[in-house]
């Protein structure tokens, strides 16, 4: 499955070090794991998980990409992991607090893997069109608790504080063809508030979210999933306008509204992301 039409609606942190997670992992309905050597890690297990992850990612996750998150290049550990990753079974390797495209030619300096980039702090904000321009970048990830963090910005439910750059990095992503996630809901048994998270990264333009717990999954897959409304819609209007076309004119109309090359576009978008993910599932 190629990079434009694999799903990332669900991507899911699973601690490196912890075998009885990395196994349940398996029979979970994501799309993406990233596997976590840094903040999910204790100091003292973080040369240990290494061996554990290899071990594990020798075992088959089926179709859902395996990303791993190493420690920061600057850390006693981030050298160490970038080298034993690069020699695991995984999809890419996802680099934490990226500031520029400096940080992302270090990493690949020391692995040929496709890299990714957590967007957590103002300068990677300021900074998101050239580090999503960056050659061997295939996706970005909204570290939205860091972020927090460092804009020293309060709690709302709206995360109007961070809009600004999440706005950003999905404009960066989008210009640059890039997979971005958005953040992590903290509060995994609030359903309510992660409907509305999700509906509000979906309406941006995300392609899915990542999630800190299992119980997330189910809300996360259907939000950023076509429903069976989008997906009648985009056949309607392809249809419509194919028929239209044939006529010698250059616009259709679908339910009294105007349908061009660009709604097409979009509704063929649509029917391949609904294909990818019924192949998953498969």
Known sequence: MDLETRPYRSV????????????????????????????????????????????????????????????????????????AVAEMECDAILLPKVDSPAHLDALAEITDKPLWAMMETPMG??????????PRLEGMVMGTNDLAKELNARFRADRLPMMTGLGLCVLAAKAFGKVIVDGVYNAFKDDDGLKAECSQGRDMGMDGKTL?????????NAAFAPDETEINLARRQIEAFEEAKAAGQGVAVVDGKIVENLHVDTARKTLAKAEAIAALAS
């Open 12 to 83: 899911l942190y699973i601690p490196a070090s912890k075998e009885r997670a990395l196994e349940k992992a398996r029979g979970l309905t994501i799309d993406a794991i990233i596997f976590d050597l840094e903040d999910a890690v204790a100091p003292e297990e973080k040369v240990a998980a290494r061996t554990t992850l290899a071990e594990a990612l020798k075992r088959s996750y089926g179709q859902r990409a395996r990303i791993v998150r190493i420690n920061a290049l600057e850390s006693e550990w981030g050298a160490e992991d970038a080298k």
């Open 125 to 134: 904000m300021l900074n998101a069109k050239e580090i999503a321009a960056h």
């Open 212 to 220: 800190i717990h299992p119980a997330q999954v189910e809300i996360t």
